[in-house]
């Protein structure tokens, strides 16, 4: 395909937001299935085909839709997937390539609609920091056109259908990303997300499940799907972000009033090795990159704000450095491309050291 | 006392020599008793009282002596005596302290009398860089004058008589302190030193017997002091020093034409680290000063000189820092002091990163 994959993430990553100095991006995800084929894991190619035609047809003639951009999954390479799983524009299962899965992203790059992930549909809105209820409003509002021009599968006894019975009901899975080196520092990470299952949330890393709790991000997502309304849910997810919001803020108000010089030697030691390193894999990137945060907010950093900051944890990952950086093909030349990328970046900052 | 101590490792810390990107120091020493008194570990206070005394006469009076600047070791605080081992000034036997240890140091520091130590006289000659010859020749010459104005214990059977029968002949010890860091970087230390022992040559750290390699450093001198002249060990040890800076100059060319990436990284990394920790201990400090020699050798640092790296190997030890930052007195607070002085120290290189 002629489209160059690595356009795609640049406008909503370019974004701030409200909270974004704990709160990296809200998402609000819809599952769902088409009455006229089987769901995908039981479909023949055929059904596939069908389903893909079906929302082709309708995002190219809906006014609301038209705008929306269309990738062929299945003809991009599995290089340009890894870059658009990591870029947290398609799911590990898109990731997987195939025939007739077509990704669709709006001009704004906040609205993605996956077709023949999973399920039939998977459709999401993402958008910089706390922002689930605008988030929730969108791709509702997208939901009611898809749901108005083709026929659902739909239970009035259990809700939409999905393929997983975890995503029967409202089909919706609410996710918060958060960053939180202050509690990783303090080691009070877990004390402040214990109280996550029992209100039916679950808390993930920044790749999903199993995913490694990679630079101190946390995903936080309701569990549950079914029994509850779609407000509900994202109440129970908002009250919980608040609260972990407060004691990251307070741990971080913590470590600067009683450990202000182990913390700023943190801070400065991670800038010293992203801003002379000539070899750096991802895993220590991502390590580096997360108390940058709280230098940020001491003001150390004063051209690098925070949501540039979290695009970082995306660019330095494998695919992304290897993409930008052309030929490289091993691990080695890629820790090479991802050092000269940090120091680039780093070394334009007007850092108060 | 009066004295401040800090100020007497001023000038010979300040030398540059030959060799000097590898070859950090030469030293001559020599041991020798007199025959007026048991030696130190049998002689009461009164025979070391006299010791002292003959010694402080003569040093007095004798024209080419009077310049010597007298320390009284027994006055000097723990801290203080610290400070002179730390800085290759007294041997550890002398920072024990005691009643009638006396030490001279000459106007230029490049000589040293300790008067009762292990034996009732330890003279030592130590010049920058590789002068094994004129540290001897020097050295030589103040033995001459104290022995044809003493009586010192000689056998014409051994020759000199010391404490310990390992100094028994000439008494005494030539050494030469190397720093490997390309070796050391290759894994070749071992290797290449590995002549040392059948030469009556032995390789010991940075502070003498039982230290630590501390940051890539090796100290190499004679074993043997009997049935040999000075010259002789003199230019065994020679031989054996020019071996050594053939395979380190060598290892630090294989360094930059087959991994220069690597070790590009491994000296920036440690530049970037001491120009930006907040906390940093004496292990961490010797470490990441270590590399820095190569960083000098390519020229990345063009205000930092080799031997001036050198002084701050002494520079980072625990008295130094805690005399040059005056009130601390805990071992973390010292931590903060040392990052501080490393950073104001590296802050003003002129580094090409």
């Known amino acids: 395909m002629d489209m160059d994959v690595t ?7 370019l974004a701030a937001g409200p909270e974004n100095h704990i709160v990296v991006t809200s998402r609000v995800r819809l599952a769902r299935n088409l009455a006229m084929a089987p769901f995908p894991p039981r479909a023949e190619k055929e059904g596939l085909r069908r389903v893909a035609e079906a929302v082709d047809t309708l995002i190219g003639k809906h006014p609301e839709l038209r705008g929306f951009m269309r990738v062929d999954v299945g ?3 599995p290089l340009e997937r890894a870059f658009l799983k990591e870029g947290y524009i398609i799911s590990p299962e898109m990731e997987l390539g195939g025939e007739h899965r077509v990704l669709y992203l709006d001009q704004l790059r906040h609205c ?3 077709i023949n992930e999973e399920d039939h549909l998977r459709m999401y809105c993402l958008r910089a920091g706390l922002q689930t209820d605008p988030s929730l409003e969108e791709i509702s509002r997208i939901d009611g056109i898809f749901g108005r021009a083709l026929n659902y599968a739909f239970s009035d006894k259990y809700g939409y259908l999905t393929t997983c019975p975890s ?3 409202t089909g919706m899975r609410a996710s918060v990303m958060l960053h939180l080196p ?3 520092m303090t080691r009070q990470v877990e004390e402040a997300l214990k109280a996550a299952p029992p209100s039916g949330l679950t808390v993930r890393g920044y790749y999903g499940e199993n995913s490694e709790f990679l630079g101190d991000f946390y995903q936080i997502s309701n569990e549950v799907t079914l029994g509850r309304t779609e407000g509900e849910i994202v109440t129970v997810l908002q009250g919980m972000i608040r609260q972990v919001i407060e004691r990251e803020t307070a741990a971080r108000k913590h470590l600067f009033q ?3 010089t182990y913390v700023e030697d943190v801070i400065w030691r991670a800038y010293g090795a992203l801003t002379h390193a000539r070899i750096m894999n991802s895993t220590e990137a991502c390590k580096l ?3 940058m945060r709280l230098g940020i907010e001491r003001g150390y950093f004063s051209t690098l704000s925070h949501h540039e900051l979290s695009q970082l944890i995306v660019a330095v990952q494998p695919a992304h450095i290897q993409l930008s950086a052309g ?5 080695e030349e890629r820790d090479v491309a991802r050092a000269q990328f940090l120091r680039s970046k780093f070394s334009r900052l007007d850092a108060n050291n």
Chains 1, 2 share one sequence.
Not at 7 to 13: H, M, S, V
Not at 327 to 331: F, I, R, V, Y
Request: no cysteine.
């Open 7 to 13: 356009k795609l993430t640049e406008k909503w990553a």
């Open 75 to 77: 003809a991009l390479s």
């Open 112 to 114: 993605v609609i996956m």
């Open 167 to 169: 995503n029967v009901g």
């Open 182 to 184: 202050g509690l990783a």
């Open 258 to 260: 009683r450990k202000q």
């Open 289 to 291: 990159l997360s108390p």
């Open 327 to 331: 030929s490289q093909t091993g691990a």
